[in-house]
């Protein structure tokens, strides 16, 4: 390095000192230090954190719908946020979210940086295959997997919390529990485990595998395969990418709804006491036949509209927490 270069470093060291920009620099100096995966991570989760807590009150809603709640399951969406308002304020809306957030931040800080590294192995090691969608179908399907194992006794603990509702009784306007009471998602851990071990903490795991295989598949597969047909001067565009995951979204979501409707009933069907004298679902195949033959078919897409309204903010402000994080922390594009 030659003497002028060196002088040049040190004044910008100097005025940085002066006017408080190395404490910035410096800031983002640790960042870029990071492996790019510990920034894929801190990315994805922040990202999940954003979009569940935007979508909250949605999300309670279709848990309601799912698992027919009573005094919720012949409600339409609207009618059931007025009434949780009204019995539950507006921290009913609420209920679940921690747990919901606690499982997401990893959930989708693994998602995204196993996709990444699942497509780079697969690419290396299976040329044949090229670089096309079908390799996104493949480390989406892989990643989702990876995601739900790692996360899943946290999902149940959502379920479980939002379940929970409160009535008014008569003119008793103070609001009463009907069902057992959790205090928090350590809490329902603790009693789930106490009631049947590791394999309670992932009953309903089958439905939630067999769905989000291949919904995590088809939304990377979808969106990339958008994304091909999009001309080249908007490839960076923030909308388009808005765009394609919802649309992705939207799609893999239809395909895969009923298992997720299994999934809820079968993580909270000892608490519902229409069910107690019956069997408990076998498998996921015993409970999508029970589920038609008993509830009708229709059931299976309990919630289905709700999940539509949610996915297209969800998506949106995931992709947008996810490319601002990105941008933050100096994560280079995928294809460089």
């Given at each position: 390095?030659?003497?002028?270069?060196?002088?040049?470093?040190?004044?910008?060291?100097?005025?940085?000192?002066?006017?408080?920009?190395?404490?910035?620099?410096?800031?983002?100096?640790?960042?870029?230090?990071?492996?790019?995966?510990?920034?894929?991570?801190?990315?994805?989760?922040?990202?999940?954190?954003?979009?569940?807590?935007?979508?909250?009150?949605?999300?309670?809603?279709?848990?309601?719908?799912?698992?027919?709640?009573?005094?919720?399951?012949?409600?339409?969406?609207?009618?059931?946020?007025?009434?949780?308002?009204?019995?539950?304020?507006?921290?009913?809306?609420?209920?679940?979210n921690?747990?919901?957030?606690l499982?997401?931040?990893?959930?989708?800080?693994?998602?995204?940086?196993?996709?990444?590294?699942?497509r780079?192995?697969?690419?290396e090691?299976?040329?044949?295959?090229?670089?096309g969608?079908?390799?996104?179908?493949?480390?989406?399907?892989?990643?989702?997997?990876?995601?739900?194992?790692?996360?899943?006794?946290?999902?149940?603990?959502?379920?479980?919390?939002?379940?929970?509702?409160?009535?008014?009784?008569?003119?008793?306007?103070?609001?009463?529990?009907?069902?057992?009471?959790?205090?928090?998602?350590?809490?329902?851990?603790?009693?789930?485990?106490?009631?049947?071990?590791?394999?309670?903490?992932?009953?309903?795991?089958?439905?939630?595998?067999?769905?989000?295989?291949?919904?995590?598949?088809?939304?990377?597969y979808?969106?990339?395969?958008?994304?091909?047909?999009?001309?080249?001067e908007?490839?960076?565009s923030?909308?388009?990418?808005?765009?394609?995951?919802?649309?992705?979204?939207?799609?893999?979501?239809?395909?895969?709804?009923?298992?997720?409707?299994?999934?809820?009933?079968?993580?909270?069907?000892?608490?519902?006491?229409?069910?107690?004298?019956?069997a408990?679902?076998?498998?996921?195949?015993?409970?999508?036949?029970?589920?038609?033959?008993?509830?009708?078919?229709?059931?299976?897409?309990?919630?289905?509209?709700v999940?539509?309204?949610?996915?297209?903010?969800?998506?949106?402000?995931?992709?947008?927490?996810?490319?601002?994080?990105?941008?933050?922390?100096?994560?280079?594009?995928?294809?460089?």
């Open positions: 390095m030659s003497s002028s270069t060196q002088g040049a470093t040190l004044s910008s060291n100097v005025v940085g000192l002066v006017d408080g920009s190395s404490a910035s620099h410096r800031e983002v100096s640790v960042f870029d230090d990071l492996p790019i995966y510990v920034k894929e991570l801190i990315a994805g989760g922040a990202a999940g954190a954003f979009a569940k807590t935007a979508v909250a009150p949605l999300e309670r809603v279709k848990i309601l719908l799912q698992t027919r709640t009573e005094g919720y399951h012949s409600l339409g969406v609207h009618q059931s946020l007025k009434k949780l308002l009204k019995n539950e304020g507006v921290i009913g809306f609420y209920k679940g921690g747990a919901s957030v499982r997401i931040v990893p959930y989708a800080a693994l998602h995204y940086m196993t996709y990444e590294r699942y780079g192995w697969i690419l090691n299976y040329s044949a295959l090229g670089t969608p079908v390799v996104d179908l493949l480390a989406g399907s892989a990643s989702g997997g990876t995601a739900v194992l790692c996360t899943y006794p946290l999902d149940l603990a959502r379920t479980k919390l939002a379940y929970q509702v409160k009535e008014t009784r008569g003119n008793d306007s103070r609001p009463t529990h009907i069902r057992p009471q959790y205090s928090g998602t350590k809490n329902v851990l603790e009693a789930v485990y106490k009631e049947g071990g590791l394999r309670a903490l992932y009953r309903g795991v089958g439905p939630t595998l067999i769905g989000i295989l291949p919904y995590a598949g088809l939304k990377f979808v969106y990339e395969e958008l994304k091909r047909h999009v001309p080249e908007h490839q960076s923030i909308m388009m990418r808005l765009s394609c995951g919802a649309i992705a979204g939207l799609l893999g979501q239809t395909f895969t709804y009923p298992l997720d409707v299994v999934r809820r009933q079968m993580q909270v069907e000892h608490l519902q006491p229409s069910l107690q004298d019956r408990r679902y076998r498998s996921t195949f015993d409970g999508l036949s029970s589920i038609v033959r008993n509830q009708g078919w229709r059931q299976l897409f309990a919630g289905l509209s999940n539509y309204m949610k996915i297209v903010p969800s998506v949106a402000i995931g992709f947008t927490a996810y490319d601002t994080m990105k941008a933050y922390l100096n994560v280079p594009p995928r294809q460089k």
